[in-house]
T-cell receptor
Framework: DTEVTQTPKHLVMGMTNKKSLKCEQH?????MYWYKQKAKKPPELMFV???????INESVPSRFSPECPNSSLLNLHLHALQPEDSALYLC?????????????FGEGSWLTVV | AQSVTQLDSQVPVFEEAPVELRCNYS??????LFWYVQYPNQGLQLLLK??????LVESINGFEAEFNKSQTSFHLRKPSVHISDTAEYFC????????????FGRGTSLIVHP
């Protein structure tokens, strides 16, 4: 089973709202990721958690706040977003194998900021 | 440093025709290579990967890719495409030496016409 589950599938929020995206994996993977993807573009890395600690933050604005409550869960808290933040947000996980770190993606959460 | 070049942004083909999606990489160390497929309004799915061993790797739905070290390529091929293969295809590379974050190509849009 190589499933990464994301909720909600669609989210519409105003610029003053606070919302969260959630992600879950039960593959025993030690790394979890948030990516942002615009239409017809490759995914852009936002954050990486390895062994439940934030290891990479790709200079993401503070209106995006990640959280890793445990090894299976990853959240992305959203506050005071801008319309240009509308995109597909992909969660992913990987085992952190030395011989090639295969990343598995969820179906994504479609975010629209109005 | 690692990078990926997908030479074609769009590849239109007719159903049952063969197709090749090109991917070239650069890396100063050994590499791990991946192809992901993204169907409309979905997340990225791992299609196939090269980690080591046989240079020819296959997916369950008839795609194959060959790792060519001398040409630094990992082209994706299918002898006969279906309408359902219409999707965005992303090539990705992880350079060895401790790196575990993939670099994605810009993507190739495969459009299969009836």
């Amino acid at each position: 089973d190589t499933e990464v589950t994301q909720t909600p599938k669609h989210l519409v929020m105003g610029m003053t709202n606070k919302k969260s995206l959630k992600c879950e994996q039960h593959m025993g993977h030690r790394a979890m990721y948030w990516y942002k993807q615009k239409a017809k573009k490759p995914p852009e890395l936002m954050f990486v958690y390895s062994y439940e600690k934030l290891s990479i933050n790709e200079s993401v604005p503070s209106r995006f706040s990640p959280e890793c409550p445990n090894s299976s869960l990853l959240n992305l808290h959203l506050h005071a977003l801008q319309p240009e933040d509308s995109a597909l947000y992909l969660c992913a996980s990987s085992p952190l194998d030395r011989a090639g770190n295969t990343i598995y993606f969820g179906e994504g959460s479609w975010l629209t900021v109005v | 440093a690692q990078s990926v070049t997908q030479l074609d942004s769009q590849v239109p083909v007719f159903e049952e025709a063969p197709v090749e999606l090109r991917c070239n990489y650069s890396s100063s160390v050994s590499v791990y290579l991946f192809w992901y497929v993204q169907y409309p309004n979905q997340g990225l799915q791992l299609l196939l990967k090269y980690l080591s061993g046989s240079t020819l790797v296959e997916s369950i739905n008839g795609f194959e890719a060959e790792f060519n070290k001398s040409q630094t390529s990992f082209h994706l091929r299918k002898p006969s495409v279906h309408i359902s293969d219409t999707a965005e295809y992303f090539c990705a590379v992880i350079g060895g030496g401790g790196s575990y974050i993939p670099t994605f190509g810009r993507g190739t849009s495969l459009i299969v016409h009836p």
